[in-house]
């Protein structure tokens, strides 16, 4: 017999949302202070999206690196360019390519 999908309460991913979204906002603030707080505030968001399987949108998967998980500034720690129909970035840390489809 299949396991049944157990679907987390509303309020609770609602709670989860809004929590991602402003450790999202502490990280861009907390940039130029220290990189290694921002850093800290994306794995703690990612780690919430996992933990209530929240799918994050994608104006916030381009702003961290996929490899190493850190928090991305154009022109600061990453570089943006476009090539063929796909935006393509680069993180300066880690050295590894992520590419997204434009629309």
């Not at 609602?14 to 929590?19: H, L, Q, T, V």
């Not at 996929?66 to 022109?75: E, F, G, I, Q, W």
């Amino acid at each position: 017999m299949p396991k049944k999908y157990y679907k987390k309460p509303h309020k609770i991913q609602k709670i989860a949302k809004e929590r991602i979204k402003l450790m999202f906002e502490l990280a861009k603030d907390n940039l130029r202070k220290d990189s290694r707080i921002s850093d800290k505030y994306v794995k703690m968001a990612r780690r919430i999206a996992m933990k209530h399987k929240i799918r994050l949108p994608s104006s916030l998967k381009k702003r961290f690196c996929k490899n190493c998980h850190k928090y991305l500034v154009p022109s600061v720690n990453c570089r943006i360019r476009i090539h063929k129909h796909r935006l393509i970035y680069y993180c300066l840390s880690c050295k590894h390519y992520m590419r997204h489809p434009i629309k």
